[in-house]
């Protein structure tokens, strides 16, 4: 499926669309390049899971933790370069929770992320704001 959002405030929503699908125990793996706008996505994928502020990228501490109507657990796998780095963040621990576990920079663990991960690659448009979403594991 491909989706494209016009403006932060649009990927934003589509983050909140997503949220009200997921159960718990979901991962969704995020791909794509410097500001093309994951950490708009997740505000907007917390926000509808009730989590109102606080959402920043994880980029100095790996790993943060949000709790609403699921725990989020929101990861930056930016600086991983070795299966040690990313064993010393405990992302294989994660992965057997009931909480949802998004990861931006996914292309640096691909071979980590399990087989029903949520693929969501994001991509610039014709535009300055405009972010194409191709998303794959999840219908909306």
Do not use: C
């Not at 669309?17 to 991962?27: C, H, N, S």
């Not at 292309?107 to 300055?128: F, H, V, Y």
Request: glycine share 12%; aromatic share 10%.
């Amino acid at each position: 499926m491909q989706i494209v959002t016009d403006s932060p405030a649009q990927t934003e929503e589509l983050g909140r669309r997503i949220a009200q699908q997921l159960r718990g125990g979901e991962v969704l793996a995020l791909f794509g390049g410097m500001g093309m706008g994951k950490t708009a996505f997740t505000r907007g994928l917390a926000a509808g899971l009730g989590i109102s502020s606080g959402i920043s990228s994880p980029t100095f501490s790996i790993v943060n933790e949000y709790h609403g109507r699921l725990t989020v657990y929101h990861f930056d796998m930016f600086r991983v370069e070795s299966w040690e780095d990313l064993e010393s963040t405990g992302f294989f621990d994660y992965l057997d929770t009931d909480a949802v576990l998004v990861i931006e920079w996914s292309e640096n663990i691909i071979g980590a992320l399990p087989p029903d991960a949520i693929i969501i690659e994001l991509s610039a448009g014709k535009t300055e704001q405009e972010r194409i979403f191709r998303i794959e594991g999840l219908e909306l």
